[in-house]
């Protein structure tokens, strides 16, 4: 009589003990890829105001950090252009970072992104914030 009741008891154990798995509602999105930026990164507003001083300093720190990779102009022809796997934007062209936040590009400069290396321990936050300044301006020289 313990028997049939046992085996009840352990089919029923596996039955509820097994995972549930509700299947995606049809037509739902695949999962999308974890954001590059951080929405919270992305929304920060820039807190610096340029001065003289500050982006003189930013061209400065440009040219030692960034020219090498995407130009001196910033036209994406840097001396070591050629081996990067993914293609560098056109900053002389305000079209290219237009899409992009200060937030977004603050946080691309300072954690790098794919063969870029990142600027974070390099130049203090402020001066990031003033390449950011020296980046869109350089659509309009
Ligand atoms: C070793 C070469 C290299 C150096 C040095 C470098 N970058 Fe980059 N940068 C890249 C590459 C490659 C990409 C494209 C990355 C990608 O999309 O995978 C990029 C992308 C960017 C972008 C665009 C981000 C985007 O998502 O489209 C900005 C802005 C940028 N770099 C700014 C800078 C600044 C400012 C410096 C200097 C502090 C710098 N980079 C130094 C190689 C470099």
């Not at 549930?20 to 610096?48: F, H, K, L, Y």
């Not at 794919?114 to 321990?121: D, I, K, L, R, S």
């Not at 990031?128 to 020296?134: E, Q, S």
Request: aromatic letters at 8%.
């Amino acid at each position: 009589m313990l028997r049939p009741f046992l085996m009840f008891a352990s089919l029923a154990f596996f039955a509820f003990s097994a995972p549930v798995q509700t299947p995606p509602p049809s037509g739902a999105p695949a999962a999308a890829p974890a954001p590059a930026v951080p929405a919270d990164a992305a929304q920060t507003p820039n807190p610096v105001k340029p001065t003289a001083e500050s982006q003189a300093r930013a061209k400065q720190i440009y040219g030692y950090d960034c020219a090498l990779c995407h130009g001196e102009k910033g036209d994406g022809k840097g001396d070591v252009a050629a081996d990067m796997k993914t293609p560098m934007g056109d900053f002389t062209s305000s079209a290219t970072l237009k899409s992009m936040t200060d937030g977004e590009l603050y946080y691309v400069i300072l954690k790098g992104k794919g063969q870029m290396p990142p600027e974070e321990g390099r130049a203090k936050p402020a001066e990031i914030w003033n390449l950011v300044i020296y980046l869109r301006s350089m659509s309009k020289q």
